[in-house]
Antibody, heavy 119, light 110 residues
Framework: QVQLVESGGGVVQPGRSLRLSCAAS????????MHWVRQAPGKGLEWVAV????????YYAGSVKGRFTISRDNSKNTLYLQMNSLRTEDTAVYYC????????????WGQGTLVTVSS | QSVLTQPPSASGTPGQRVTISCSGS????????VNWYQQLPGTAPKLLIY???ERPSGVPDRFSGSKSGTSASLAISGLQSEDEADYYC???????????FGGGTKLTVL
């Protein structure tokens, strides 16, 4: 069955960096775009970034552009989010989601990994 | 302030039909398809409707979606207690070059 498992979350100080990973299995990872979506505590969903199946296209939310980088390794079925210059407002649960059949996240999401930015 | 506008709350009694609106603009809903997601407390979002009105397999036909102009709606008929959740709409925005979400609607089953 399809599984998306995020890892790499934790507590980090403002200004520092963190890299999240999302390990995919159960589907042809290299054929689908992939998204990162986050949710601050008690808040709604916020889209973060998307990467095309072949890494040729990457798009970011304005709030993270220039600080976050989305990438993937199709040989390892893994999606990444490099987060630099972290701010307290980046505190959230980060979900990865597959992007089959359209421009938005689709049917398979990970369970999320919590990133807490605090001094 | 979300790009897509949803009512913060909605409610209904068991068996009732409720609708949740999602208002956007000419750069998102009017020209791109809309997805709807259901999020139960403490869990990841679940895709409920895609391409405006399509249901993934396993989603009951009590859930339906529609779109007209710059707005979309999610309808839930035969409301059940397990439908109590947060609901989000989303669409691609051609001006922002990204996905935009609604602020979410908390549905309470009375």
């Amino acid at each position: 069955q399809v599984q998306l498992v995020e890892s790499g979350g934790g507590v980090v100080q403002p200004g520092r960096s963190l890299r999240l990973s999302c390990a995919a299995s159960g589907f042809t990872f290299s054929s689908y775009s992939m998204h990162w979506v986050r949710q601050a505590p008690g808040k709604g969903l916020e889209w973060v970034a998307v990467i095309s199946y072949d890494e040729s296209n990457k798009y970011y939310a304005g709030s993270v552009k220039g600080r976050f980088t989305i990438s993937r390794d199709n040989s390892k079925n893994t999606l990444y989010l490099q987060m630099n210059s972290l701010r307290t407002e980046d505190t959230a649960v980060y979900y990865c989601a597959e992007g089959s059949g359209g421009s938005c996240p689709a049917g398979y999401w990970g369970q999320g990994t919590l990133v807490t930015v605090s001094s | 302030q979300s790009v897509l506008t949803q009512p913060p709350s909605a409610s209904g009694t068991p068996g009732q039909r409720v609708t949740i609106s999602c208002s956007g603009s000419s750069s998102n809903i009017e020209i791109n398809t809309v997805n709807w997601y259901q999020q139960l407390p403490g869990t990841a979002p679940k895709l409920l409707i895609y391409s405006n009105n399509e249901r993934p397999s396993g989603v009951p036909d009590r859930f339906s979606g529609s779109k007209s102009g710059t707005s979309a709606s999610l309808a839930i008929s035969g409301l059940q207690s397990e439908d109590e959740a947060d609901y989000y709409c989303a669409a691609w925005d051609d001006s922002l070059n990204g996905v935009v979400f609604g602020g979410g609607t908390k549905l309470t089953v009375l």
